[in-house]
């Protein structure tokens, strides 16, 4: 059973910058695929970025730019550096791991506020 437990988050001022992490009870390099997911109320679970065996690196056109996707394989750990944030990067965002099994394992959710 894979555990993904997240931390970082809260609350900054538009332009701020956050980094949130993704630790993993098993050694990420054996995953398909780590994403990060972001959601606000009411609406689908959207994709922000995705690592592919761990070096291919996506990101959605919203955070190209702005938003980093890194990882500590020693440490077992994703990151996502967020720059320059916006209001509309307000949400919850979580953090997915997909095994080669086709298993998928979800992190918690943390949230993200950005104020103007």
């Known amino acids: 059973q894979v555990q993904l437990v997240q931390s970082g988050g809260g609350l900054v001022h538009v332009g701020g910058s956050l980094t949130l992490s993704c630790a993993s009870s098993?050694?990420?390099?054996?995953?398909?695929?780590m994403s990060w997911y972001r959601q606000t109320p009411g609406s689908r679970r959207d994709l922000v970025a995705t690592i592919y065996g761990g070096n291919r690196i996506h990101y959605d056109d919203s955070v190209k730019g702005r938003f980093i996707l890194s990882t500590d394989n020693a440490k077992n750990t994703m990151f996502l550096e967020m720059n320059n944030l916006k209001v509309e990067d307000t949400a919850i965002y979580y953090c997915k791991a997909l095994t080669n099994n086709n298993d998928d394992y979800w992190g918690q959710g943390t949230q993200v506020t950005v104020s103007s």
């Open positions: 098993t050694n990420i390099l054996s995953f398909y695929y």
